[in-house]
């Protein structure tokens, strides 16, 4: 169902609106930029509905989604789900005591929802593809109360179709636009998830990344992504890449916000059993909201490895951001080590060289078949049909614009054999004898890095990063610094990465510069 034929009355009628405040019972509450809490103790306090809040996001979705390109689709029964959190509400129902509860999520659109919704990760060859049931984390979230406002846009097929096509470009969503510097990229692949958020079309949003597809849209778009530990948060239900790199987590305006989403999402799911077991063993009891400290950053042993990270193309606008948020860091309590070297830096960001590149094509196609033979109905069931449907509709998915070559090596491989063994073996000997032993030796607690340079590490080893806005470029583009860390220290980088925030607030809204 496309935003447009939905809601189009509902458009003209919030248009008229023109403002951000909404008014209940006598009190001014205003909408944009608010945070989860803010929204949670505005429903508390009368001074705002469910209701009002989805219809505000709705019209901001309106009008500035011909522009931006953020979201995909709206969900025809978010107004319908809104009422229903409303009376919740006021009949003081258990739910209701979430800090989800009532609030609107967008999810990346290729976390499927078992509702109206498609799941289509931005192609036109899934589109009526209908999934078994909610993606593990969208059940979490609906225990939570949450509502399921609609599908953010993304690169297609969470950028695994192209080399060449642009950042945050789908067939279905169009090309989405960074609000900050509307020419600058807004990175990709959850970067309508991000747009939507910076923009204030949504509070929350959920991405999803296999390298950099949450960190590197969170930087550029100025918003915090939490990357979780490989299987802390169930795959179930996304579109894969691969199920060895694969991870769900949040992209919000806050640290509080991202945690509070996390805290909803992870856990054990039957559907991803194996992943969901193993990493359950990190989540801590009684969640993650307790390590957000004033003084998180006391004693935090933070790692600095400057070439290649602080060498390669860095502006003289982040060079000196970054010397001032050093200062800020030893400021707050941080211990930096700096000028630390990760062993074969070069072949780990090197995909072709590292051996990532090998792996990933074959477990994309195996995991791409078995997503596609579990749907209930679909217009394809394989990777050979998705190449064949884009051929055949190749104006639709401009294949001549940007063509389909990593989908079709991807369909040259046939399994893991003995090339992908040795690709995986490389792939573990790097990341034991790089991040792990950079990490342990010097018993770090993070490693600190400029925008989303460091992603291919944490991608080959599963390890969890948060992005957190940390400035702005002379044309006014953002970036963000990053806080990088072994399995399961998501702990100790909330730690961190709320510490820096508090200390340096420095987001701020979008200027939508051309």
Request: aromatic share 8%; hydrophobic share 40%; proline share 5%.
């Amino acid at each position: 169902m496309s935003i447009h034929s939905h809601f189009l009355i509902l458009l003209l009628a919030l248009l008229s609106l023109g403002s951000y405040t909404i008014r209940g019972q006598g009190h001014g509450f205003y909408i944009k930029e608010a945070s989860v809490d803010d929204l949670h103790t505005a429903f508390l306090q009368n001074k705002l509905t469910s209701r009002q809040l989805v219809e505000f996001y709705l019209g901001e979705i309106f009008r500035l989604s011909p522009l931006l390109h953020g979201v995909i689709e709206v969900n025809p029964d978010a107004l319908y789900q809104a009422d229903k959190a409303d009376r919740e509400r006021k009949a003081k129902s258990p739910v209701s005591r979430s800090v989800l509860h009532g609030i609107p999520i967008l999810l990346k659109d290729n976390i499927g929802t078992k509702d109206k919704l498609n799941t289509t990760a931005g192609s036109f060859a899934l589109l009526k593809s209908v999934v078994p049931r909610d993606a593990g984390v969208v059940m979490k979230l609906r225990k939570a109360g949450a509502i399921i406002l609609g599908k953010a846009s993304l690169s297609e097929w969470a950028n695994f179709r192209s080399l060449n096509a642009p950042p945050g470009w789908s067939a279905r969503g169009g090309q989405g636009l960074n609000p900050y510097v509307l020419s600058a990229t807004p990175c990709g692949s959850s970067s309508g998830s991000a747009i939507s958020v910076a923009a204030n079309l949504v509070a929350v949003s959920l991405g999803t990344e296999t390298d950099g597809s949450i960190l590197c849209p969170a930087s550029f778009n100025s918003v915090v992504g939490i990357k979780p530990t490989v299987g802390l948060t169930s795959r179930a239900g996304v579109v894969p890449v691969s199920p060895r790199q694969d991870t769900i987590g949040p992209i919000c305006r806050t640290v509080l916000d991202a945690v509070q989403v996390l805290d909803a999402i992870v856990g054990f799911d039957y559907n991803d059993a194996e992943a969901t077991r193993e990493a359950s063993k990190y989540i801590p009891y009684g969640g993650y909201k307790q390590f957000l400290k004033p003084y998180g950053l006391k004693g935090k042993r933070l790692g600095i490895v400057r070439n290649p990270f602080f060498t390669t193309g860095s502006g003289a606008a982040l060079t000196q951001a970054f010397a001032h948020h050093f200062y800020t860091l030893r400021q707050e309590g941080a211990v930096l080590v700096d000028d630390l070297e990760i062993a074969n830096i070069d072949v780990i960001l090197n995909a072709t060289s590292s051996g990532e590149a090998t792996a990933l094509l074959a477990e994309f196609k195996l995991s791409l078949n078995s997503y596609l033979k579990d749907l209930v109905a679909s217009p394809v069931r394989s990777l050979a049909d998705v190449i064949a449907f884009n051929q055949k509709f190749s104006d639709l998915e401009m294949i001549k614009e940007f063509g389909q070559d990593i989908f079709l090596a991807a369909q040259a491989t046939n399994g893991i054999g003995d090339v992908e063994k040795k690709a995986l073996s490389n792939l573990a000997r790097l990341t034991r004898d790089g991040f792990e032993k950079l990490m342990i030796e010097n018993k770090l607690d993070a490693l600190v890095t400029p925008g989303a340079d460091v992603a291919p590490v944490l991608a080959i080893g599963g390890f969890p990063g948060i992005s957190v806005p940390a400035g702005y470029d002379y044309k006014g583009v953002p970036f963000g610094i990053c806080f990088g860390g072994l399995k399961g220290s998501e702990p100790k980088l909330i730690e961190i990465a709320y510490g820096f925030e508090q200390a340096t607030k420095i987001r701020k809204p979008p200027s939508f510069k051309p």
